[in-house]
């Protein structure tokens, strides 16, 4: 059975002051699909909605580290750096066209390039490593040593541990299964924490951190919300969490839309399950305090009695969910094509749909009672309506 774990780690020195309100972005895993979040944290950038907390698991690990280790005025520059260096790896993309079968054709040639010959600054391919039958010193078809390169170059390892930004990057350890979170308020971060929470094996090989070996955190969830939840220290927290699979969908009718569809459902339900346990637990939570309510004053005095109610004061949540949509002519490739085209549209779509979403959210009225719990999806810019929208209070 697969656990959550904190890293054994040394602890940083002193301990932070709770704060009132915390901002937090939260960023799915999704491989070539997080230009999305790149773009959602433009917006951000440009709404002057700066977050105290940054977490990710794989791409959204790296997406973390490029805004926490720089300063507020490099984090966008130095998000698109990345991303226009690893888009640069296909030499030629012929005229993207209108037709949907002939972009499925387009990106899906770019994505064997890229699986071919690696990108540069993240990936290069180990040649014969996919015959060999034998053991190898690190079993993977790529090397990642350039994406180490590319992390020290634009990430200051320093500004992340020492700044203002919290950061959490999960992984698996691949000797007993269960899941880790590294975060720069209990230990000191390096590029082989962020990389640990990318390696998906088998096309990327164990990360090694201290004395243990690492595997992509997507393995086991592919969203660090409820790591979030369950560490917050403030009395209320906007979370805006940035998806980059749908689990709405058609059904499929070929078989690349089947393994699409597949991905889709896999690595979107577990972000589901987790937003409905939560929700769960601050309803449970509300109820405990409500029968609590009802007893005779010297039984709430009652160690017991006063133990479990201190076990239900919640912060007080407000979730924004953006869910990045599917793109026309996409394939079951998305997530390893990594052409400028493609990296651009994501970019674009996923600014548009955060800054939509806090334009909607600023709409909304402000709520830090205890214990309450609300979920938004304002949806897609054009279509301008709010999908869902929970609100659980004491």
Known sequence: MNTTTTAPERPRAGRRARRTHETILVLQGGGALGAYQAGAFEAMAEHDRVPDWVAGISIGAINSALIAGNPPERRVERLRAFWTLVSAGVPWTPPTPSVALARAWVNDWSAAWGATFGLPGFFT???????????????SFYDTQPLRDTLLELVD?????????????????????????????????????????????????????????????????????????????????????????????????????????????????RTRAVTDMLRERHEMHRRIRQLAGMLPDDRRDDPLVRKALAETRDTAITLVHLIRSHENGETQAKDYEFSRASTDGRWQSGHDAMLHSLHRLDAEPDERTPGAFRVFDFGRPEGDTTQGVHHDSR
């Open 125 to 139: 391919p180990r040649l014969g490593a996919a015959l060999w039958p034998g053991e190898l010193p690190s079993p």
């Open 157 to 269: 390892f320093d500004y992340l541990n020492d700044g203002p930004v919290r950061v959490s990057v999960g992984a698996v350890n691949v000797q007993t299964g269960n899941f880790v979170y590294f975060d720069n308020r209990r230990t000191r971060l390096g590029p082989e924490h962020v990389m640990a929470s990318g390696a998906l094996p088998p096309g990327f090989p164990a990360v090694r951190v201290d004395d243990a070996d690492y595997w992509d955190g997507g393995l086991v969830s592919n969203t660090p919300l409820r790591h979030v939840i369950d560490t917050i220290d403030a009395d209320a927290a906007t979370i805006l969490q940035v998806d980059l699979f749908s689990a709405r969908g058609t059904v499929p009718g070929t078989l690349d839309q089947v393994q699409g569809r597949d991905k889709d459902i896999r690595y979107s339900s």
